[in-house]
T-cell receptor, first 115, second 114 residues
Framework: DGGITQSPKYLFRKEGQNVTLSCEQNLNHDAMYWYRQDPGQGLRLIYYSQIVNDFQKGDIAEGYSVSREKKESFPLTVTSAQKNPTAFYLC??????????????FGPGTRLTVL | AQSVTQPDIHITVSEGASLELRCNYS??????LFWYVQSPGQGLQLLLKYFSGDTLVQGIKGFEAEFKRSQSSFNLRKPSVHWSDAAEYFC????????????FGAGTILRVKS
């Protein structure tokens, strides 16, 4: 079955450590996205990539980094510069072109907790 | 800045009662509109979408939504709520005016009482 996988489901980090969240899709989608979700704030866009080897900052990119070396993979690194990283992180993808470009499919999420 | 408003943070309805969740967006001549549902600790599932054409769209799980351009609204409805509908619901808007990204509302948490 086609879909988006995120790993791990739960991640614990000590202050000052960088951690990388995995996101893989086998939907053959061109675009991929990372969102952060906090209670009562909806989803906020961290980074997005419309094509391999290219990505753009979203609304809250500070303290995060990404790479897009392969079409199916879009890992997110939460760096020690992110002051409040405890949150639920969602990865999404969408096909490219036309109105369908906007329809996004979501992974199951990773809950990151800073100890 | 582009924004999406879901004015109700929480809504409680009785099982079997009708439901309407409100959504308003700030601007866009040709918005693409979506409703997603999220169960606790899970990802988002698409309920329905509007790109063009008939302004009343049908989705999964018996949900429907109506696009009203004059009111910049895209309200979600269900005639009879089931206990399994308890979840958080997000409205999202996209399109060229939104840089081909999605802007999400803050969400509405639906509680269903028996």
């Amino acid at each position: 079955d086609g879909g988006i996988t995120q790993s791990p489901k739960y991640l614990f980090r000590k202050e000052g450590q960088n951690v990388t969240l995995s996101c893989e899709q086998n939907l053959n989608h061109d675009a991929m996205y990372w969102y952060r979700q906090d209670p009562g704030q909806g989803l906020r866009l961290i980074y997005y990539s419309q094509i391999v080897n290219d990505f753009q900052k979203g609304d809250i990119a500070e303290g995060y980094s990404v790479s897009r070396e392969k079409k199916e993979s879009f890992p997110l690194t939460v760096t020690s510069a992110q002051k409040n990283p405890t949150a639920f992180y969602l990865c999404a993808s969408s096909p490219r072109g036309g109105s369908s470009y906007n329809e996004q499919f979501f992974g199951p999420g990773t809950r990151l907790t800073v100890l | 800045a582009q924004s999406v408003t879901q004015p109700d943070i929480h809504i409680t309805v009785s099982e079997g009662a009708s439901l309407e969740l409100r959504c308003n967006y700030s601007y866009g001549a040709t918005p693409y509109l979506f409703w997603y549902v999220q169960s606790p600790g899970q990802g988002l599932q698409l309920l329905l979408k509007y790109f063009s054409g008939d302004t009343l769209v049908q989705g999964i799980k018996g949900f429907e939504a109506e696009f009203k351009r004059s009111q910049s609204s895209f309200n979600l409805r269900k005639p009879s709520v089931h206990w399994s509908d308890a979840a958080e619901y997000f409205c999202a808007v996209g399109g060229m005016e939104y840089g081909n990204k999605l802007v999400f509302g803050a969400g509405t948490i639906l509680r269903v009482k028996s």
